[in-house]
Nanobody, 122 residues
Framework: QVQLVESGGGLVQAGGSLRLSCAAS????????VGWFRQAPGKEREFVAA????????YYADYVKGQFTISRDTAKNTVYLQMNSLKPEDTAVYYC???????????????WGQGTQVTVSS
């Protein structure tokens, strides 16, 4: 069974940066697509970015292109989300998510992490 554990959230001022980490474990995560979703208060959970574990191919939501970067460290079994030029509207709980195929839809995700809060102050 695959497990995903996030870390790295916190409070940052607008214009600042944060790096989120997602540590993966389990027998089959190396065949997964691992990514990030976020959910702001009162809003639906939305896709942010994803990366294929085997080939490192990346996918982004249009609204974070050029601002966020997803990467992976295969030696550490960890996926990262580097977030730059943060804005108050980036405030949300960020969830690490995994599945056997790429999905931008929360209902199709196989495994979720517990979430980490990111708060951007103005």
């Amino acid at each position: 069974q695959v497990q995903l554990v996030e870390s790295g959230g916190g409070l940052v001022q607008a214009g600042g940066s944060l790096r989120l980490s997602c540590a993966a474990s389990g027998r089959t995560f190396r065949s997964y697509v691992v990514g990030w979703f976020r959910q702001a208060p009162g809003k639906e959970r939305e896709f942010v970015a994803a990366i294929t574990w085997s080939g490192g191919i990346t996918y982004y939501a249009d609204y974070v292109k050029g601002q966020f970067t997803i990467s992976r460290d295969t030696a550490k079994n960890t996926v990262y989300l580097q977030m730059n030029s943060l804005k108050p509207e980036d405030t949300a709980v960020y969830y690490c998510a995994g599945g056997v195929t790429l999905s931008r839809t929360p209902d199709e995700i196989d495994v979720w992490g517990q979430g980490t809060q990111v708060t951007v102050s103005s």
